[in-house]
């Protein structure tokens, strides 16, 4: 090979790798730009660390829930609106995660690939970001949650719209504690209950343990059951019943929240098909609402001897539950067996595809049944005083729990499509779940009634 030759090889290996080094710039400029544009350092959007000017942040009715004036970042003038809109609106320094301040921050600062930070440099302001959330109904959750932990949603099952989205512990971004990080009172506060919370279900997973019963074992309407306070299993152990119900139906059993028929009738199913119906049901699943990734439910039998799949039919055992999980399930069995995603964020994510998405948990049939059932649980036990004019159905759990109270948990829903609504809450460590979360539901529902 002559000189020339390998002198063009060497510039025609320089020229590839010098082509090669153009694109993985352009590749990590365009995976990373937003993230470099918007870094904390860039003190057109930043002061002291802070999201200083951006775009507002307003609920489904143009409330604002957030804005920048003369380089300050302020929130609504409601004390009790900016406690209660904390976790679906973020703080300014990113310490909440799943908050619209860090989830929608691109659009917030007005960043585009094309242009970097044009908008905001130019006009001073990025662009709004609208919420599907409303001020009034997070603001009456949140205080008929009156200062205990817990979480409380709303969605619209059709649509997928979160009318609600409460935590509990939260505080004023306004005026940030001082003691946030060594007064309990605030732990876990960072944290949004509803989307990455996960708790005990108690009699709340006598919803997934009746769906597996509907399903497989065909004369489950026509038989009668006996509590008699508590049921011995054959290989030792007993479950205890909140009362003695003596004879009683499939739906009585749903209405009493007989732990003793459930739990018979888990142990009857068996481990495979309990484990199998919950996962059918959104058990082990991640939903992704508005770009965060929710914390799975969590089941597992396979260690499971006979008592306890009794108290696992029941919702206690190792099962855990997340609200936002048990809020679709309601959603869907109101809805014919599928619902709508649900979602906070109005406007779509830059470069994020915005779709509605449906879940199908269960058969049309078996939903319907079970509507059924959780509506007459209402209608002859909770009371339809408690949410007028909704033909509401749902179900309580009082969840055992091993640290202090039971946590107190209502799922439910309106059976009108012309208020097409779920709700679910949890009240942490609060009592039973009759006589302390469906007083909050009943609060919320009313105020959207409102
Ligand atoms: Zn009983």
Request: glycine share 12%; with cysteine.
């Amino acid at each position: 090979m002559n000189t020339v030759t390998k002198r063009a090889y060497v510039l025609l290996g320089l020229i590839i790798a010098f082509m090669a080094g153009l694109v993985l710039l352009g590749v990590s400029f365009f995976m990373n730009g937003g993230t470099w544009a918007t870094d904390s350092h860039n003190g057109h959007l930043y002061s002291n660390g802070q999201i200083t000017n951006a775009g507002k942040i307003l609920d489904r009715n143009g409330v604002v829930l957030a804005e920048s004036k003369n380089g300050k970042r302020i929130y609504n003038s409601n004390k009790t609106v900016r406690i209660s809109t904390l976790h679906a609106v973020g703080d300014t320094y990113g310490y909440i995660a799943h908050g619209a301040h860090t989830l929608c921050r691109d659009k917030l600062t007005g960043y585009s690939f094309v242009n970097g930070i044009y908008d905001l440099i130019n006009t001073g302001e990025g662009s709004d970001v609208k919420l599907t959330i409303d001020a009034d109904v997070c603001a009456a959750a949140y205080s008929a949650l009156n200062g205990r932990k817990g979480t409380v949603g709303v969605y619209n099952y059709k649509t997928g719209e979160i009318i609600c989205m409460v935590s509990s512990g939260s505080y004023d971004p306004q005026n940030k504690p001082k003691d946030i990080e060594t007064n309990p009172k605030y732990e876990a506060v960072y944290m949004n209950r509803l989307l990455t919370g996960l708790y005990t279900p108690g009699s709340t997973f006598k919803t997934v343990t009746a769906v597996c019963a509907i399903e497989n074992i065909p004369d489950i309407f026509n038989r009668t059951f006996e509590c008699k306070g508590s049921l011995k299993t054959a290989q030792g152990g007993e479950v205890i019943c909140n009362s003695t119900h003596g004879k009683l139906d499939f739906n009585t059993a749903l209405t009493k929240s007989c732990n003793c028929v459930f739990a018979e009738l888990g142990i009857e199913l068996g481990t495979k098909k309990i484990e199998q119906t919950a996962k059918d049901l959104g058990f082990g699943k991640r939903f992704d609402v508005s770009g965060v990734k929710t914390q799975a439910s969590r089941i597992d039998l396979s260690e499971a001897v006979e008592i306890d799949l009794g108290w696992a039919s029941i919702g206690q055992y190792t099962t855990l539950a997340n609200p936002l999980h048990m809020m679709m399930l309601a959603g869907s069995i109101a809805n014919g067996g599928a619902t709508a995603a649900p979602y906070f964020v109005q406007e779509a994510l830059s470069g994020v595809a915005s779709s509605i998405k449906t879940n199908t948990f269960v058969q049309q049939a078996t939903a319907d049944t079970l509507k059924n059932m959780m509506r007459s649980n209402v209608a002859n036990s909770y009371g339809d005083n408690k949410f007028p004019g909704m033909d509401f159905g749902g179900k309580t759990g009082t969840a055992e729990v091993a640290d202090g109270d039971p946590h107190a948990w209502f799922i439910g829903f309106s059976t009108k499509s012309s208020f097409p609504y779920a709700i679910v809450v949890v009240v942490e460590n609060g009592g039973s779940g009759s006589g302390v979360a469906i007083p909050v539901a009943s609060k919320v529902m009313k105020a959207i009634q409102n």
